[in-house]
Nanobody, 122 residues
Framework: QVQLVESGGGLVQPGGSLRLSCAAS????????MGWYRQALGKQRELVAT???????IYADPVKGRFTISRDNAKNTVYLQMNSLKPEDTAVYYC????????????????WGQGTQVTVSS
């Protein structure tokens, strides 16, 4: 079983910054896209940003220009640098890894992290 371990959430004042990290467990043959989603209280989970193994990035409109996604393929780790945070960014942030294979012959599947809380408040 592949595990995604997230870290870096917390409480920050409006205008502040946080950096989220998500590391996949060892024993992975390949990963497709990795990304971050968020779910605010009472709302559906939504895409924040995603990055392919070749570095192609997609951002949700509300975070463009403020958040930066990056990836270390050697470490199977994805990062989310969040700047100029707003109260509306408050949510549980989930890491996602798509098209994951532990061996060449394994059927690819997606995995989710356990989520990390980000709270933006004064």
């Amino acid at each position: 079983q592949v595990q995604l371990v997230e870290s870096g959430g917390g409480l920050v004042q409006p205008g502040g910054s946080l950096r989220l990290s998500c590391a996949a467990s060892a024993g992975i043959f390949s990963i497709g896209a990795m990304g971050w989603y968020r779910q605010a209280l009472g709302k559906q989970r939504e895409l924040v940003a995603t990055i392919t193994s070749s570095g192609w990035m997609i951002y949700a409109d509300p975070v463009k220009g403020r958040f930066t996604i990056s990836r270390d393929n050697a470490k199977n780790t994805v990062y989310l640098q969040m700047n100029s945070l707003k109260p509306e960014d408050t949510a549980v942030y989930y890491c996602n890894a798509d098209q994951v294979r532990r061996t060449l012959f394994e059927t690819a599947r997606a995995y989710w992290g356990q989520g990390t809380q980000v709270t933006v408040s004064s």
